[in-house]
């Protein structure tokens, strides 16, 4: 097949790698992928690097030149299916299909778990326009179900982990590369540094327990890091906090941890560092965010409490850095659990049963 991704801007996190790390893993399978996306998307550069090929369109916003341009394209090159994933390009694929003879199946991939708006428009836009939706959670899917979009219209494809790359691996050792302390207690958060990722929550829950061997190193780069860094020096927490800063290679650190939190209250699917954690076989404390429930069971794979909630994370930090039988148990489970349904592996198996079937549905 050949599939085409479009994107109006998905900012820097983890749509933009689901984008990329599905697209090498189709190109691998022997499907041709081309990305659209306006010049200056962060998935623009990203892409670049990672040796896709990438095509700048004005997807930005709904208006007529930008339907025109991208009409233009679709219509001169061929293409099976287009997989869109954000508000405004799946707009303006799904309006350019109208003029054209014989459109590519449109398949809309929701990342985030925002309702979407329930008015007629919307409804027709993923009930009719697209032929199948992909959430990256089963809350997500459940959101669409509340517009009126049949289940059987949508399927859950929680973005897979790279497991050649995010692996158990020697404590010892992982320390030593991050350069944290040998001997004390590490809690590790992995993500990108904005509000509604938590931090600020997990910081509060910390400067609660007085142990000084429990300690955090934060990973990750972006606008909130000056906040975080100030909330630091207010809870005197200078001496327990790593600002570890963007890491070109997160899957070093995962196993440097006891345990891996993802305190997150943020409107997404499954987030990649539970999953990154899971797959290093690290006990895992997340929230109850968008998708995170699907792979962090409560008291099997991992523990979930309530978003927002710091006095319940300082519960779960302490219920585990008590109990060492615990924390190795939820990390061997969590570990098995994604091997069994969240590996890139299965992404892509997933992705590729979708794309066929909407191709095959519209007798392409």
């Not at 050649?164 to 990108?192: E, I, T």
Request: aromatic share 4%.
């Amino acid at each position: 097949m050949h599939i085409v991704h479009t994107e109006a801007d998905g900012g820097k996190g983890g749509q933009p790698l689901r984008i990329i790390n599905e697209s090498l893993g189709m190109l691998q399978r022997g499907h041709t992928v081309t990305i659209l996306c306006p010049e200056e998307a962060p998935l623009n550069t990203l892409a670049r690097e990672a040796g896709l090929t990438v095509v700048n369109l004005p997807l930005r916003r709904k208006n007529l030149s930008n339907l025109l341009q991208l009409r233009r394209w679709l219509a001169s090159h061929d293409v099976d299916v287009v997989n869109s994933h954000n508000s405004a390009d799946t707009w303006l694929v799904a309006l350019a299909a109208l003029t054209l003879k014989n459109p590519p199946p449109l398949v809309r991939t929701r990342h985030a778990s925002g309702k979407p708006r329930n008015n007629r428009t919307t409804r027709w836009l993923f009930a009719k326009a697209c032929a199948h939706v992909v959430t990256t959670g089963e809350a997500l899917r459940h959101q669409l179900v509340e517009i009126g979009v049949p289940l059987d219209h949508s399927t859950s494809v929680p973005s897979g982990v790279d497991t050649a790359r995010f692996k158990p691996g020697d404590k010892q050792a992982a320390r030593a590369h991050c350069g944290l302390s040998q001997h004390d207690f590490w809690l590790g958060v992995v993500s990108h540094l904005r509000p509604n990722k938590g931090h600020s929550v997990l910081l509060k829950a910390l400067a609660a327990i007085d142990m000084p061997q429990i300690k955090l190193a934060i990973v990750g780069e972006g606008p909130h890091r000056a906040t975080l860094e100030q909330e630091i020096l207010t809870l005197g927490l200078q001496d327990r906090v790593v600002m570890a800063g963007h890491r070109s290679d997160p899957q070093a650190w995962f196993p440097a941890f006891d345990i891996a939190l993802s305190p997150s209250h943020d409107m997404e699917g499954v987030p990649q560092g539970v999953l990154q954690s899971l797959a290093s076989r690290i006990a895992t404390i997340a929230t109850d965010a968008g998708g995170t429930g699907d792979a962090v069971i409560d008291g099997k794979t991992g523990l979930l409490v309530a978003q927002q909630d710091a006095v319940a994370l300082k519960n779960a930090i302490l219920t585990l850095w008590q109990d060492e039988a615990l924390r190795e148990r939820l990390a061997q489970q969590g570990y098995d659990y994604l091997n069994s349904h969240f590996t890139r592996e299965c992404m892509l198996r997933d992705m590729e049963r979708v794309f066929t079937r909407a191709v095959e549905q519209a007798g392409r």
